[in-house]
């Protein structure tokens, strides 16, 4: 600690015998052994109390970091939802040409000539696209309750299976039947 050799203890020892004197060198000793011994704890209680605030430093600034990444992967939770994002374009797909199919302009122009509301004239050119029938969409089936079917439809298969295994088997006739 404090890099002394054995040269300079001996010269500090010869002095301190000289200085203080044999007989109350032994409790001087002791007296500098227990300042030393609190000094160290002292020191050694510094240091542990110091490092501990450095981890809690350390941990609030990972706390910070950790919250900021949760907040940035929720938001991105709510802005990315793939699923949610296909079934408004399906439902936008399919509910705009069910829209667009109710009344065309030439439709209604004829529809206010039959009623004589209107001027009479030919009706306008509709756009065969539109007014073509829309095939029938099948029903949009949320994934969880179709695996929830299939795996009811396997336990009922499966129960069957341990039923049919259970009943005991007659590849005898009975002769007494």
Excluded at 59 to 68: E, P, W, Y
């Amino acid at each position: 600690m404090l890099d002394m050799s054995w040269g300079e203890v001996m010269v500090i020892g010869a002095v301190a015998l000289i200085v203080i004197g044999p007989k109350d060198l032994p409790r001087a000793l002791r007296t500098v052994g227990n300042v030393t011994g609190k000094i160290r704890r002292m020191a050694a209680e510094f240091q542990g109390q110091f490092q501990e605030a450095m981890r809690e430093a350390e941990l609030d600034d990972v706390k910070k970091q950790l919250q900021g990444v949760n907040e940035s992967v929720s938001s991105l939770n709510t802005n990315f939802n793939p699923i949610q994002t296909i079934r408004d374009e399906l439902k936008g797909a399919v509910d705009a040409p069910m829209t667009a199919h109710e009344k065309t302009p030439g439709e209604e122009a004829h529809d206010a000539a039959a009623q004589g509301r209107g001027e009479a004239g030919p009706p306008a050119p509709v756009d065969p696209a539109i007014a073509l029938p829309i095939p029938s969409v099948p029903p949009i089936v949320d994934p969880a309750e179709a695996i929830a079917e299939s795996l009811e439809r396997e336990a009922e298969a499966e129960r069957r299976k341990a039923v049919e295994a259970a009943a005991p088997k007659n590849d005898k006739p009975d002769a007494q039947a």
